[in-house]
């Protein structure tokens, strides 16, 4: 099982703000999760229609879509940030 945390309008519009769910062996890197979340629901695919703006972490650390997600704890799911 993976935990995924949802932030920001991620967490409100997929209703949620934490999960565990079970991925299957295709799911190796952040871009496969992505991928793959999409197909679970209208409310998935909605948050993830631009994939590339949504920044990831892994175990609170941020990382690039190719990064692997093989043995992580937590992964994070984030809107775009900006500062400020």
């Known amino acids: ?4 945390v949802y932030f920001a309008w991620v967490r409100e519009r ?3 703000g934490e999960e565990e769910i079970e991925l299957p062996s ?13 197909g679970l629901g209208e409310e998935y695919e909605m948050v993830l229609q631009y994939p ?3 920044r990831v972490a892994i175990d ?3 990382v ?4 692997p997600i ?3 704890k ?11």
Do not use: C, Q, W, Y
């Open 70 to 72: 093989t043995g992580a």
């Open 52 to 54: 590339d703006v949504i």
């Open 26 to 38: 295709s799911v190796v890197s952040v871009a496969d999760l992505l991928n793959h979340l999409k």
């Open 1 to 4: 099982m993976t935990r995924l």
């Open 74 to 84: 937590e992964i994070g799911i984030f809107p775009p940030m900006t500062g400020g």
């Open 60 to 62: 609170h650390e941020h």
């Open 14 to 16: 997929i209703g949620k």
């Open 64 to 67: 690039e879509h190719d990064e």
